[in-house]
Structure formats: structure tokens, C-alpha cells
């Protein structure tokens, strides 16, 4: 049970993955770990199946997003970004980064009420790919320090893209 | 998922939402952010004599997030600094019953308050070269 999601699914533990390898290793595990193949009275090996079929779906949920495939590979690495852990968890940012979101979301009001806000979101947009581009390069240099940070800017972005998501 | 109907009442109605002028000697301003989820946070405050008279906050995320820090700035009125700064993040998930999973949010209203407080100090210490709380 100690296998990461990389080892569950027999890919290599890096950012860039084969997709179709990926897709067809899922299938193949999954098939295999099927509740349905194991003697319906057996409880204790019905549950088993359960849990492996679970583990197998989440190992591949994770993988096949660019996103959460970086935040796992970083979390592997000792950066859990859903921990708030000065040490273990995600990075703080630094104040002027956070004064810049502040701002943004004035720039959102503002685009908002002049009809220009397709624009801005196009730029929060490519802000957010470019985070994610430079984590992953951080990942594939070895610098998961780095790479944490880029995915913290991420979310951040992330979290301003659904603002304006729900304000359409 | 479930709010407490306080969170709720201050998600609906929040109190002392807006900016004070963060040049303005007498403010205090703290930003600070929630890396895991995104959240931001904007708290001032503005002291007179050692007492904060006006608060004002902008926050920009969860419901709990929000309804934390209306609470703090409604809290921190007619409080002295050194009040406002020993505010602890428990006694604000106790009164707006948050549960587990929304404890951070808490815990960025005693952040935001506190990197207020630091901002003010450190803006008076600098300008009149004496500590905060030395208002004479």
C-alpha cells in the first residue's frame, strides 16, 4: 500500500508522462483490480479489490492533470501545497505578490464594469500557464523549492480565473 | 460544506467591507494570502491615540475567509493596539463555529490583524522614532 501513483500505474516519476502509455496502463490495472472478478462471497476480498480499484482510479486522476501530476511530484519531493506548514507545506508568498492579487481584482472590477473583462481573463490566463510552464521546468532541473513556488502563483491565478468564471 | 448561520449572516451582510488611504500615517495595513487555496486578504486599521477607531477589510475568497475578517474588524473597534494584537484565531473559529477545514481561514484574520498592527508600528516607530503604543 506504500506505492506511489507513479508506481501504481508503472510510469516513471517525472512531469512528462506518455499519455496513451498512461491511459492504457490505467485500463489494464483497472480491469485487473475489477471488484466484480473476485468470489461475491468473500467480503474480505471484495473490500480489498475496493480499495485497490480505488487507489488505481486516484493514482490516475492525478496523473492524467498536468497540474495536480507537478503538485504531486513536488509533494513526492516534501512540498504538500495543501498544507499550510511554513516547512512541509506550501511556500509563503512574498507581500509585493500579494498586493499584486489585491490589485488584480480591483483591475477585475474595473474591467468588469468597462466590458473589457474577456481580455484581462486572457491575460490572468497566460500569467497561469506560464506559473505552471516554469514549475514544470523547476521539476525536470531537479528544484522542487522553486517548482513549489511557481504552483503556488498557480493557484492563486487559479483562484482569480474562477472569480471572474462566476462573475460571467 | 454546511456554514454556521454567523458565517453566513457575515457572508450576506458583511460589516466595514472597503479601503482606508494606506499612506495616511494613523492606518495600518496588512495583506496576507493563503497559499493552499488563494485566498486574499486585505485588513486596515486607523488609530487614534493608541485606540483603533475604523477598520475596513477586503477579502477575496470563501465565505468563511470573509465572514472571519468582518468579524475582526467589527472586533477591533475601540480596541487598544495591544488588544487587537492578542486576538487569537480560535476565539474567531469559536464564534463563527467554523468547522476543521475552515480553521485556516481563522487563522488569516489573526495574520491580516497582525501584519496590520505591525504596519502601523512600524510606519510611527519610523517616523517619529518612538515604539508604538508611545503616543505622547
Known amino acids: ?168 | 460544506m454546511a456554514y454556521s448561520d454567523k458565517v453566513i449572516e457575515h457572508y450576506e451582510n458583511p460589516r466595514n467591507v472597503g479601503s482606508l488611504d494606506k499612506n495616511d500615517d494613523g492606518v495600518g495595513t496588512g495583506i496576507v494570502g493563503a497559499p493552499a487555496c488563494g485566498d486574499v486578504m486585505k485588513l486596515q486599521i486607523k488609530v487614534e491615540d493608541g485606540v483603533i477607531k475604523d477598520a475596513k477589510f477586503k477579502t477575496y475568497g470563501c465565505g468563511s475567509a470573509i465572514a472571519s475578517s468582518s468579524l475582526v474588524t467589527e472586533w477591533v473597534k475601540g480596541m487598544s493596539v495591544e488588544e487587537a494584537g492578542s486576538i487569537q484565531n480560535s476565539q474567531i473559529a469559536e464564534e463563527l463555529s467554523l468547522p476543521p477545514v475552515k480553521i485556516h481561514c481563522s487563522v488569516l484574520a489573526e495574520d491580516a490583524i497582525k501584519a496590520a498592527i505591525k504596519d502601523y508600528q512600524e510606519k510611527n516607530g519610523e517616523k517619529n522614532g518612538t515604539g508604538a503604543g508611545e503616543t505622547r
Open chain 1, 1 to 168: 500500500m506504500d506505492m506511489d501513483h507513479f508506481e501504481r500505474l508503472g510510469q516513471p516519476a517525472q512531469h512528462a508522462l506518455d499519455r496513451d502509455a498512461l491511459e492504457h496502463a490505467y485500463l489494464q490495472r483497472a480491469a485487473a483490480a475489477h471488484p466484480d472478478k473476485v468470489a461475491q462471497d468473500d467480503a474480505s476480498a471484495k473490500r480489498a479489490a475496493m480499495e485497490a480499484s480505488a487507489a488505481i482510479n486516484e493514482a490516475y486522476r492525478t496523473l492524467r492533470d498536468p497540474v495536480k501530476r507537478a503538485e504531486y511530484l513536488v509533494k513526492l519531493a516534501g512540498r504538500d501545497l495543501d498544507s499550510s506548514d511554513p516547512d512541509s507545506g506550501a511556500p509563503q508568498m512574498p507581500q509585493s505578490f500579494l498586493i499584486e492579487m489585491i490589485e488584480h481584482r480591483e483591475r477585475v472590477a474595473e474591467a468588469q464594469a468597462g466590458g473589457s473583462l474577456d481580455a484581462l481573463r486572457d491575460d490572468i490566463e497566460a500569467q497561469e500557464s506560464d506559473a505552471l510552464s516554469a514549475a514544470v521546468s523547476a521539476i525536470d532541473g531537479g528544484d522542487h523549492e522553486a517548482a513549489a513556488r511557481h504552483l503556488v502563483v498557480r493557484r492563486y491565478l487559479q483562484r482569480l480565473l474562477d472569480e471572474i468564471d462566476e462573475l460571467d
